[in-house]
């Protein structure tokens, strides 16, 4: 089937993708995943990484695993598989490239944008000559590989939060503005040679180490100075950090200047600012989601000892509904992207939701839920005032 014969509908004039790590029930398969995206009605979808390396894992057969430079993979125990089919890890980057090519023809075939791969992630400042630097280098090559497989020309990058309080004797961790503009300049150089009119989409994770917020991404990109290095902004990652806090019992940002009136205005002041700051060409997309409130109890504050994950990083990986569905931030969700919108931006708006403790448990048909997110995206972008776009598809 050609791009041109697709049966799906295509009604925004605002481009909606969404996350495929988002997609629930979480088991489904990635080409499923693509053809529900496909009827819901959406324009593309953010390609995970986890969910290209499943795909790659369960239809590309391989006898040697070899790195982005060709070389054989030695470190994994040759006895604890059979000997003529290898399991393809993350470095695999040139079985990963065959899987992104069969997703890329798909994609093709069901009209749909391949149009982010995400999420890369704890790249920037890691001290030159260190290993950590080698290695992040490393992977940023084999992404830009897989990039050009997919025929995808945005790279999520998420500020890093990689904790120098991990290396106490070691200080291979360097936050100054020189390193991560210098960093982040390379990459974005990278990124222009190895896929035609590549770009990367900067985002601010509220847990990071150095950039939780949208202003100090905007600084870095500013300092940056490279056409294809923008923003990617998120409404949790902004409302989740600049208004609520999943360590307090009121899920707000608490304090003794923090009372609930002050934060708000504090928080709509952000917005007003974002909306006469930010020029709509420096922004790449807007990642839509909102969030639940930790239930029964807030979230320790402190690192969780397994996963070594901060507290917001713990509420952003299972606590991120739909809007509209049981959320506790939608009001300040709506304030948020209507600032976006302000800016005049009208480019990609994905849906990037981890419903881990509502969803996952009571989801069973893939395409009543992909349907249930455009539906929400859509309810979303009706309130901030794009009227000519539709709810839903009946």
Request: glycine share 8%.
């Amino acid at each position: 089937m050609s791009s041109s014969t697709s049966p799906y509908p295509r009604h925004p004039t605002i481009p909606l993708s969404i996350a495929t790590v988002s997609i629930l029930p979480a088991s489904t398969s990635l080409p499923s995943k693509l053809h529900a995206i496909a009827r819901a009605g959406f324009n593309g979808l953010e390609l995970g990484f986890p969910d290209l390396l499943s795909y790659a894992q369960g239809t590309v057969t391989t006898e040697d695993e070899e790195d982005e430079e060709g070389s054989k993979n030695e470190d994994k125990d040759k006895h604890d598989e059979p000997k003529d089919k290898k399991e393809i890890g993350p470095y695999n980057y040139t079985h990963l490239c065959t899987a992104a090519t069969a997703i890329k023809i798909l994609a093709q075939q069901l009209n749909l944008t391949i149009m982010l791969l995400q999420p890369f992630s704890n790249f920037e400042g890691w001290a030159p000559g260190s290993s950590k630097r080698d290695d992040a280098f490393r992977r940023a090559r084999g992404w830009i590989r897989i990039m050009a497989a997919l025929d995808c020309t945005t790279l999520q990058v998420g500020s890093s939060d990689s904790d120098p309080a991990d290396f106490p004797n070691e200080p291979i961790l360097d936050f100054s503005t020189e390193r991560v503009v210098a960093d982040l300049r390379e990459l974005a150089e990278m990124v222009a040679r190895g896929v035609k009119g590549g770009k990367i989409a900067y985002e601010n994770w509220c847990w990071s180490s150095h950039a939780p917020d949208w202003k100090s991404i905007y600084s870095i990109v500013q300092a940056v100075g490279r056409e294809n290095v923008g923003l990617c902004l998120d409404t949790f990652q902004s409302v989740g950090g600049e208004y609520a806090d999943p360590t307090t019992s009121s899920g707000l940002i608490e304090g003794t200047s923090s009372s609930p009136s002050s934060l708000s205005l504090s928080f709509s002041k952000s917005c007003t600012s974002l909306s006469q700051t930010l020029p709509p060409r420096s922004i790449h997309l807007l990642q839509i989601s909102d969030a639940y409130k930790p239930s029964p109890s807030p979230i320790p504050n402190q690192k969780d000892e397994k996963t070594g994950l901060r507290p917001r990083a713990q509420w952003s990986s299972h606590l991120r509904p739909l809007p509209y569905q049981g959320g506790y931030l939608g009001e300040q969700i709506e304030i948020f992207t209507a600032a976006v919108l302000r800016t005049g931006f009208g480019g990609w708006v994905s849906v990037e939701v981890f419903d881990g403790e509502g969803g996952e448990k009571k989801v069973k048909d893939v395409n009543e839920w992909t349907l249930r997110a455009r539906k929400s995206v859509g309810r979303l972008l009706k309130v901030c005032g794009i009227q000519d776009v539709d709810v839903g598809v009946n």
